[in-house]
C-alpha cells in the first residue's frame, strides 16, 4: 500500500500510476497551532506500507509529519513501513564541521528508526556515507541513468567536445559514475571553497582544460544557485561554449529560480524527488520524472 504525506503528492500519484495501485488514504488535519494529527483510514493490517514523503522545505514539518504518519501504521498494524524519502533533508548535516554542533542527520535516523521505520529509499544522497548512519536497511536509488539519457539526447543536437563537471569535491564519485555511463566521457572537478559560517563561495578553481567544450554539470542539489553559478562563472572565464545543469534535487530556496535563470546556462534539469511549485519554476527548467524508477524499487 502506498501512502503519502503533504510533501509531494504529485510524485506519490505518478509512482502509484506506474504500478497500477491508488495512494491509499490518510486523514491529515492542521491545528490551528501548526501541529499535526494522522489517522490510517484504509485497513493495513499485515500490509507491507510504503510512505512517500521527500523532506525538503519545510524540512521541519515534513520530517514531524512522517514520523507520526509511521507512528500511525504502526499502530494500525503494519508488517512493515517503508520510507520513501528521495530528498532526505538534513543530510548535509551528517558530522560535525565546527565544535559544539549537533549532528542532525544522527538524530534523524535514530527518530525514524524509534517509531517504527522499517527501511529507507532515498536518492542521489550527498555522501555514500550516509547509509552508515542508519541501523534498518537504505536503499540508495540515483537519477544518474536519467541524466545520462538526457546527455545522450542532448549531444545530438551539439556539435564539439563535451565535457561533465562537477562543481565541487563531493561530487567525484559521481561524475565518475556518469563518465562511465557516457563511455568514459571527460570530466573536471571544480575545488570550491566555502565559507562555513555565511555558506558563501570565496574561491573555486578546476583541474583541466575546458575550452570550447560544452560542459554538463551535474550536482547532487541545488540550495541557494551559488555552487551552480559560481561554477558557471569559473566554465565561461575557461571558455567553455555552453553550459547544461543537472541537478538532482531542486531545493530552490531563496533566490535560486532568479539566480538560475542565467544567461551562461542553457538549461538547468532537475528532478521530481522535490516538489517544485508553479511560483518557483523559471523557463530553463525542465524535470525529468523519478517516478518510474522508485516504482520499480517498490516493485522489486
Ligand atoms: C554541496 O556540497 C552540495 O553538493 C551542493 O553543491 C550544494 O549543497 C548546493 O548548495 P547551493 O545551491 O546553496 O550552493
Avoid at 551528517?94 to 527518530?111: C, K, Q, W, Y
Avoid at 532515498?122 to 552508515?132: A, G, Q, R, Y
Avoid at 523557463?283 to 523519478?290: D, F, N, Q, R
Amino acid at each position: 500500500m502506498i501512502f503519502s504525506g503533504s510533501s509531494n503528492k504529485e510524485l506519490a500519484e505518478s509512482v502509484a500510476r506506474y504500478l497500477n495501485l491508488v495512494v491509499s488514504s490518510l486523514e491529515i488535519t492542521v491545528f490551528p497551532d501548526g501541529e499535526r494529527r494522522i489517522r490510517v483510514i484504509d485497513d493495513v493490517l499485515e500490509k507491507d506500507t510504503f510512505v512517500i514523503q521527500p523532506t525538503a522545505t519545510p524540512g521541519d514539518q515534513n520530517y514531524m509529519e512522517l514520523f507520526l504518519i509511521v507512528d500511525a501504521l504502526r499502530r494500525s498494524g503494519a508488517r512493515s513501513v517503508t520510507g520513501i524519502v528521495p530528498y532526505l533533508g538534513y543530510q548535509r548535516q551528517d558530522h560535525v564541521f565546527r565544535s559544539g554542533e549537533a549532528v542532525s542527520l544522527e538524530v534523524i535516523s535514530e527518530t525514524l528508526e524509534r517509531v517504527g521505520l522499517s527501511k529507507i529509499v532515498c536518492l542521489d544522497l550527498h555522501s555514500v556515507k550516509i547509509p552508515e548512519v542508519f541501523s534498518i536497511p537504505v536503499l540508495h536509488l540515483s537519477a544518474l541513468p536519467l541524466f545520462a539519457q538526457k546527455i545522450r539526447e542532448i549531444m545530438e543536437t551539439l556539435e564539439g567536445k563535451t565535457i561533465l563537471v562537477t562543481p565541487d569535491m563531493g561530487g567525484i564519485r559521481r561524475i565518475k559514475q556518469l563518465s562511465e555511463m557516457l563511455d568514459n566521457m571527460p570530466y573536471a572537478i571544480i575545488e570550491k571553497d566555502r565559507d562555513l559560517e555565511t555558506g558563501s563561495i570565496r574561491d573555486a578553481s578546476i583541474d583541466r582544460e575546458v575550452k570550447d567544450r560544452t560542459a554538463f554539470i551535474v550536482d547532487d542539489m541545488i540550495s541557494t544557485g551559488k555552487t551552480i553559478i559560481a561554477a558557471a562563472e569559473l566554465l565561461k572565464e575557461k571558455g567553455v561554449n555552453k553550459i547544461y545543469v543537472f541537478a538532482t534535487h531542486g531545493v530552490l530556496s531563496k533566490e535560486a529560480p532568479e539566480i538560475l535563470e542565467n544567461e551562461l546556462i542553457e538549461k538547468v534539469y532537475l528532478t521530481d524527488s522535490v516538489y517544485i511549485p508553479e511560483e518557483k519554476k523559471f523557463p530553463k527548467l525542465e524535470i525529468i520524472s523519478i517516478a518510474d524508477t522508485i516504482a520499480n524499487a517498490i516493485s522489486s
